[in-house]
C-alpha cells in the first residue's frame, strides 16, 4: 500500500491557460474522489468515479473542469482557461466500496 | 443538504491539557461521522470515525461519540502533546455514496 499519490504537488500557471492534474489511487480501490480546498476552509467536494463511471459532479465543477478515470485506473483533472479563483489545494481521495476515504498529499495551483 | 459545523479556532493549549473540539452536523438518514487531522506539511489522515448512534470512535488518546439525539460528534483528548498540534476537520458521509462533506476545520496548537 504506498498511498495516494498526486502529481504535480505544486503548480504555477498563468491566468487563462490549461492545466491538469493527475491522481494514481491505492490499488483495488474502486472508488475515486476529487477535492478543492482553499485556505481556511475544508475540503469541498467536486467529482467522483465509480470504477470508471463518473457518478457524480458538483455544481462547484464548472464547464472548464473535465476530470477522466479511463480504465478505472488512476484519474486527471483538467481545468481549461484558468481563472485567479481557481486558486486552490486539488486533493485526490481513494477508497474500496463504504471504506474511509485515503487522501493524497494534493496539488496545490497557483493562478497568477 | 448535509452539513457540517464545527467550532472555530484558533485553539491554544498547553501540553497535558484536555482538548474538546465541538462538531454538529445535518443530515437525513443515517450518516457516519468522521475526525480527520492534518498535521503540517502533510495530507489528510483518518483519525476516528463512528458508524450508528451512540458509536464511539476512538484512536491516540482521541475520542468522538455519535449522539444522534443531539447530532453532535465532539471530539476529545484528555492530555494534549506538541505532536497533536495540527487542523482537525469534522467530517460526515451519507450511506449512499459515502462521498465526504467537511466542516471548516480547527486549528489546534499545543505549546510546550
Known amino acids: 500500500d504506498t498511498g495516494v499519490s498526486q502529481d504535480p504537488r505544486h503548480k504555477i500557471t498563468k491566468r487563462g491557460q490549461n492545466v491538469t492534474f493527475r491522481c494514481d489511487p491505492i490499488s483495488e480501490h474502486n472508488r475515486l474522489y476529487w477535492y478543492r480546498q482553499t485556505l481556511g476552509q475544508g475540503p469541498e467536494f467536486l467529482t467522483y468515479?465509480?470504477?470508471?463511471?463518473?457518478?457524480?459532479k458538483s455544481r462547484l465543477l464548472s464547464d472548464r473542469f473535465s476530470a477522466e478515470r479511463p480504465k478505472g485506473s488512476f484519474s486527471t483533472l483538467e481545468i481549461q482557461r484558468t481563472e485567479q479563483g481557481d486558486s486552490a489545494m486539488y486533493l485526490c481521495?481513494?477508497?474500496?466500496?463504504?471504506?474511509?476515504?485515503?487522501f493524497g498529499n494534493g496539488t496545490r495551483l497557483t493562478v497568477t | 443538504g448535509d452539513s457540517v459545523t464545527q467550532m472555530e479556532g484558533p485553539v491554544t493549549l498547553s501540553e497535558e491539557a484536555f482538548l474538546t473540539i465541538n462538531c454538529t452536523y445535518t443530515a437525513t438518514g443515517y450518516p457516519s461521522l468522521f475526525w480527520y487531522v492534518q498535521y503540517p506539511g502533510e495530507g489528510l489522515q483518518l483519525l476516528l470515525k463512528?458508524?450508528?448512534?451512540?458509536d464511539k470512535g476512538s484512536n491516540k488518546g482521541f475520542e468522538a461519540t455519535y449522539r444522534k439525539e443531539t447530532t453532535s460528534f465532539h471530539l476529545e483528548k484528555g492530555s494534549v502533546q506538541v505532536s497533536d498540534s495540527a487542523v482537525y476537520f469534522c467530517a460526515l458521509s451519507d450511506q449512499y455514496d459515502y462521498k465526504l462533506s467537511f466542516g471548516a476545520g480547527t486549528t489546534v496548537t499545543v505549546r510546550a
Open positions: 468515479f465509480q470504477n470508471e463511471a463518473q457518478l457524480e
Open positions: 481521495a481513494s477508497s474500496f466500496s463504504d471504506s474511509p476515504l485515503h
Open positions: 463512528a458508524t450508528k448512534a451512540d
